[in-house]
């Protein structure tokens, strides 16, 4: 919240704050993140392919009549607010894999053709969520899907063949990608060629993060945060705005703080008593940990710049409403384990 407050005062004194806003999503998503820690985890088994379901609803109805924003039609509007069910799709799929493979038990690893299913669930919402177009967050749910089937077990044969399909699909899938995707991912191997067009972002996000030297500027004298030269700085490049201000040790810190948080994730899933929570506690921890990379390989300039927050401190109210109820079933599976036990 502070840190957003910190891009809020940049931007303009005449909206209303964008840190309040985020304030009262975090509310509401704690209230939600309560209701996940307190119910049974295993009660989602049965409700797992309905919120599924409402899941891809939402996306269609994204797609018939949903709200549109800089070019991207992504959220649904209730007239008081606007709500991103590609968020809530990122916890669906995760919830929905959970369950598949729970019912699907195995003691072998899987073959490729007893994935059939898991593919058509991660499928369905990445063709809806690329028509937005949003390209991040169907990668997103691709790398959080593939990482939990290898944490599964899938058959060494069948991994080549899956690498080896995707290698080949590579190029037609090239040719569906907007103009505006091809040029971010040309502009990621020389930033330079177009600095004031689409490297623009990669320049002035490594310029903000180089000027925070070891210990930053200090809070609210980041430069390129306060005189507006850093784009999205709410959103995708958040971290550049707290590396600027907070310097080397700030996000040295920020680092180890969602180092922890993934090794806290991943010792859950390693020690739940049952499938169904390790599946889920190692696919909310994925998705967590993806995102982090991701954000942060991109605003150093080390990956493309393809859309995605980080979490918990990027603004937006859908992303961090389904985080916290995701930290909830996190905290959940912990809980449940000790009970299990007795």
């Given at each position: 919240v502070?840190n ?8 303009s ?7 309040l ?8 998503g ?9 119910m ?25 009549f ?7 039609q ?5 007239g ?26 195995s ?14 669930l ?11 177009p ?12 593939a990482s ?14 899956a ?23 040309l ?6 060629s ?9 320049i002035q996000?490594?310029?903000?993060i ?21 784009p ?11 590396a600027?201000?907070?310097?080397f040790?700030?996000?040295l810190?920020?680092?180890?703080i ?5 090794i ?10 049952d ?6 506690a ?14 942060m390989?991109m ?12 979490p ?13 109820a ?5 905290m959940?599976?912990?809980?449940r ?6």
């Amino acid at each position: 919240v502070i840190n957003i407050y910190s891009t809020g005062f940049s931007l303009s004194e005449n909206q209303s704050p964008l840190y309040l806003k985020q304030l009262q999503w975090i509310v509401f998503g704690l209230f939600l993140m309560m209701i996940t820690f307190l119910m049974d985890y295993r009660s989602i088994h049965q409700a797992a392919y309905v919120i599924y379901a409402i899941s891809i609803a939402s996306l269609i109805a994204v797609a018939l009549f949903g709200h549109t924003a800089n070019g991207a039609q992504r959220w649904i509007s209730f007239g008081f607010v606007l709500f991103q069910p590609s968020e809530l799709m990122k916890i669906s799929v995760v919830i929905a894999l959970a369950r598949y493979f729970d019912d699907h038990k195995s003691n072998e690893p899987y073959l490729l053709r007893e994935l059939f299913v898991p593919f058509l669930l991660v499928l369905l919402p990445c063709v809806l969520i690329l028509k937005q177009p949003d390209l991040g967050t169907a990668l997103m749910i691709v790398l959080v899907a593939a990482s939990m089937v290898l944490f599964i077990g899938m058959n060494w044969k069948s991994i080549g063949i899956a690498v080896a399909s995707v290698v080949v699909l590579l190029p037609p899938a090239w040719h569906f990608l907007k103009d505006y995707q091809k040029d971010r991912l040309l502009t990621f191997l020389s930033p330079e060629s177009d600095p004031l067009g689409t490297g623009y972002h990669i320049i002035q996000s490594m310029i903000a993060i180089g000027s925070g030297g070891f210990l930053g500027k200090g809070f609210l004298k980041g430069s390129q945060t306060q005189l507006k030269f850093l784009p999205e700085q709410q959103t995708d490049f958040v971290f550049s705005v707290f590396a600027e201000e907070w310097g080397f040790i700030g996000g040295l810190v920020l680092m180890v703080i969602f180092t922890s948080l993934i090794i806290w994730g991943l010792r859950i899933a390693l020690h739940s008593k049952d499938l169904l929570g390790t599946i889920l506690a190692f696919g909310i921890t994925a998705l967590i940990a993806w995102q982090v990379i991701i954000n942060m390989g991109m605003v150093l300039g080390v990956l493309p710049v393809v859309g995605i927050p980080l979490p918990f401190l990027s603004y937006g109210g859908s992303a961090i409403v389904s985080l916290l109820a995701a930290i909830g079933l996190l905290m959940n599976v912990s809980v449940r384990r000790f009970i299990l036990q007795r």
